[in-house]
């Protein structure tokens, strides 16, 4: 089981929570991605958080501190701001 770690409790608790990281939500190509993403996910009972950075690398690290700070995440999925579609 993937979680976190309650160290008051020392059990793991799930938090079925994905986060998904896009370089650009409006890209038809992204907004598929996460679209499948998002159906595979809720039919497994797991909720999924949209993070866009908008092509923007200091975004995308922000994006990738909060992974780190907030241990909250049972998955992370991240397309590159460098990512393409061809």
């Known amino acids: 089981m993937v979680g976190i770690v309650d160290v008051a409790k ?49 975004r995308e690290k922000w994006f990738l501190n909060l992974l780190h700070q907030k241990s909250r995440w049972n998955g992370f999925i991240n397309c590159r701001s460098g990512c393409s579609n061809h």
């Open 10 to 58: 020392k059990e793991i608790v799930s938090t079925k929570t994905i986060l998904v990281v896009v370089p650009d939500f409006t890209n038809p190509f992204f907004s598929k991605v996460f679209r499948g993403i998002e159906a595979v996910a809720v039919t497994n009972g797991y909720q999924v958080i949209l993070g866009d950075t908008g092509n923007d690398l200091e």
